[in-house]
């Protein structure tokens, strides 16, 4: 009987418990950047900014 191997792309990310530290941190970021407000509230200018991640 052959052993099914798990790919990386068959994995579930959504059932994660949690991130990566790298991405925790941007994922606060962008959080910030967005200062609870609804989407409709943003300009379109600012979507670049927001949406930047890993800004070294």
């Known amino acids: 009987m052959k052993d099914k191997k798990e790919f990386i792309s068959e994995i579930d990310l ?3 418990s949690e991130g ?3 991405c ?5 970021k962008i959080n910030q950047r967005i200062n609870k407000r ?3 509230d943003i300009n379109e200018q600012e ?3 927001i949406l930047n ?3 070294f």
Request: with cysteine; aromatic share 4%.
């Open 20 to 22: 990566c530290s790298p």
């Open 24 to 28: 925790v941190s941007e994922c606060k």
């Open 38 to 40: 609804n989407l409709s």
């Open 47 to 49: 979507v670049p900014h």
């Open 53 to 55: 991640v890993f800004n």
């Open 14 to 16: 959504n059932k994660s």
